[in-house]
């Protein structure tokens, strides 16, 4: 039975909090990489073929109807299929686990009896090693090896091999479970012990139950908002704590078009809005994993401080192309690793200070040498602020003063103040200094940053152009919503960037600050950030309607990507992406009047 392309909202998310998987609507793993989120794909087809490797199961007849479900709080996948002889359901998971990571898949009868087949295409490497397989039968299993990865599959049915692809035929009758268990480990080594599948769904349901019960909240998108905590939980690198941006690397943010990036990685400036997320749901042991994820990775000279880093701290995220993948319909190039990790991106300084102010008002305080870090950071900054650098964006176009940059810079060193003055760390002989900065960059952004022409703050200094990053202006404290120049710059926004009642975040032909072609899809954290403004300026219906608007833009599993495509009705880019999660769950808080309060003071 041919296989039909998937779009990128009709995938579920798996995860045992160092890896993850996207499982199609039709109960077809695509993309799965082993043992770590940036390790190289094993089952690659989503970008490219069938022949670039993935895992499926379906009946021989006819399918007439599918369903799917997380089963309560958790990321255990549960997916119906109906056939004129029966149903079946497909029970997935990635048991949180140590040194050899799982995907465990078991076949349940519902009804009938249903003939079923599996269709296993395992290629590492991005899609492109064929391994060598092989019946260990000391080992109970199917062992696929090339280079340093090993696969070995657990399932009492039998398979068998047909041109280069592992297959089973079985039927399920009514309160059948048939198992099947795929794991990862390092070729040098033997095959660990066997998993028992039942066990481990139930250790699964157990630790995923456990975890969401930290969260207490019964305000009104309770849901809405648990789902989100749990896609962040996902996308945490249990070992370091760092929490990588997106699970995929190249879904196009246009379809057809270039902007295909690696999100696998661990973005600085991600790290005061996923902090406070984070602390206001209540799950501080995450945050201070976050927290100290991002002090060792930011640790040694301030000169060399990243934007980006690997889940370990990793520096070097070496970025090229994959020319044997076609990319997600058509769309390539298909990039590893991200050319934005030796770029100068001055805003990355505001959010380190604001997430280390955060957690100091939560409790998470700094130990001295930590603070001696910070203190670094601000010194550089003192020498560096005034110039230019590539963004928020991460532009290829060339660096420019950034409006939003000089604004987090503000933002870097009204927190260092406030460490020393409210939070009792040592640098009064600093706060003087650090005094006259900040409202020198105050003045300066007030006055070069907004044009008196357009009535807005702009993208960068002396440009026409709009940027939605600067609706977070008033939540990051530099000015409040009321004032007259973040209340027409909203409006500037909402005027201009505008596209079927979504954000964009810029209009990349209007000054080619980019560098590169083509167009993307509007930019749903920023839509969120609207919903906020509108919010803080009394317009509470307008940012409830839109609030309500963007989250039914989510999948039928409350899953979003970075964009979307409003006149094709798609999401668009990496998936799921912490960023809009992160941003959904901002607007809960703030539409919801729990305790607003800008989130960098």
């Known amino acids: 039975m041919a296989k039909e392309r998937t779009k990128i909202e009709d995938y579920a998310f798996l995860s045992d909090t160092q890896t993850g998987a996207l499982v199609s609507r039709d109960g077809c ?34 399918v007439k109807a599918t369903r799917r479900r997380y089963r309560g709080d958790s990321l255990i996948l549960e997916t119906e299929i109906e056939t004129k002889s029966g149903a079946v359901r497909l029970i997935d998971f990635m048991p949180p686990r140590g040194e050899n990571p799982d995907i465990i898949r078991i076949v349940e009868g519902l009804r009938g009896k249903v003939p079923m087949q599996m269709e296993l295409i395992i290629r590492f490497d991005y899609g492109q090693i064929v391994p060598w397989v092989r019946r260990r039968k000391r080992y109970d299993g199917l062992e696929a090896i090339a280079g340093p990865d090993g696969l070995i599959l657990r399932t009492p049915i039998e398979t068998c091999g047909k041109d280069l692809t592992t297959v089973a035929e079985f039927t399920v009758e ?111 042991d995450e945050a201070k994993s976050w927290r100290q994820w991002l002090l060792r990775a930011i640790a040694g000279s301030p000169e060399q401080m990243q934007a980006i880093y690997g889940v370990r701290g990793e520096r070097r ?117 650090w005094q006259e900065i900040r409202d020198q960059v105050h003045a300066e952004v007030c006055e070069r940053g907004y044009n008196t022409d357009r009535k807005a703050f702009t993208q960068f200094y002396g440009s026409d152009a709009l940027d939605a990053s600067l609706l977070l202006m008033p939540v990051a404290g530099f000015l409040p919503a009321t004032d007259e120049r973040v209340r027409s710059t909203i409006e500037a926004i909402e005027r201009e960037l505008m596209q079927d009642g979504l954000v964009l975040r810029y209009r990349p032909e209007e000054e080619k600050v980019d560098g590169l072609p083509g167009r993307e899809g509007v930019f749903l954290p920023c839509s969120f950030w609207l919903a906020y403004c509108w919010h803080l300026i009394g317009r509470k219906k307008e940012a409830r309607e839109l609030f309500e608007r963007l989250l039914n833009l989510r999948n039928d599993l409350g899953l979003l990507s970075e964009e979307y495509d409003p006149r094709e009705k798609r999401q668009l880019g990496n998936f799921p992406q912490a960023f809009s999660h992160v941003a959904l769950i901002g607007s809960a808080v703030i539409l919801g009047d729990e305790m607003f309060r800008p989130w960098t003071a």
């Open 174 to 284: 009514k309160g059948d479970r048939v198992p099947f268990v795929l794991t990862w480990f390092a070729s040098h080594t033997e095959p660990p012990r066997k998993v028992n599948a039942e066990h481990a769904l139930g250790d699964t349901e157990k630790y995923w139950s456990d975890w969401s019960q930290q969260f207490h909240s019964k305000g009104e998108w309770r849901d809405a908002v648990m789902r989100s905590l749990i896609v962040l939980k996902g996308l945490t690198y249990a070992p370091t704590g760092g929490l990588v941006a997106a699970l995929t690397t190249s879904l196009p943010e246009k379809i057809g078009g270039v902007r295909n990036w690696d999100y696998r990685f661990c973005w600085l400036r991600d790290a005061a809005l996923i902090l406070l997320a984070l602390l206001r749901s209540g799950y501080l």
């Open 29 to 62: 793993v695509d993309w799965l990489c082993f043992p770590r989120f940036d390790s190289p794909a094993c089952f690659a087809s989503l970008l490219g073929e069938t022949k670039n490797g993935h895992w499926r199961f379906f009946p021989e007849e006819e």
């Open 317 to 433: 995220l070496e970025e090229f192309e994959i020319p044997w993948l076609s990319g997600y319909e058509n769309s390539k190039p298909v990039r590893i690793g991200n050319a934005a990790f030796s770029q100068f991106q001055l805003d990355v300084y505001g959010e380190i200070l604001a997430a280390i102010w955060q957690a100091g008002r939560a409790g998470l305080r700094l130990e001295d040498a930590e603070w001696a870090l910070m203190v670094q950071l601000i010194k550089f900054l003192e020498s560096n602020w005034q110039k230019p650098d590539e963004g928020i964006w991460e532009v290829r176009g060339g660096r420019k003063h950034f409006t939003y940059s000089k604004m987090m810079v503000w933002v870097a060193f009204d927190r260092a103040i406030k460490l020393v003055e409210e939070l009792g760390c040592p640098g009064d002989e600093h706060c003087e200094r």
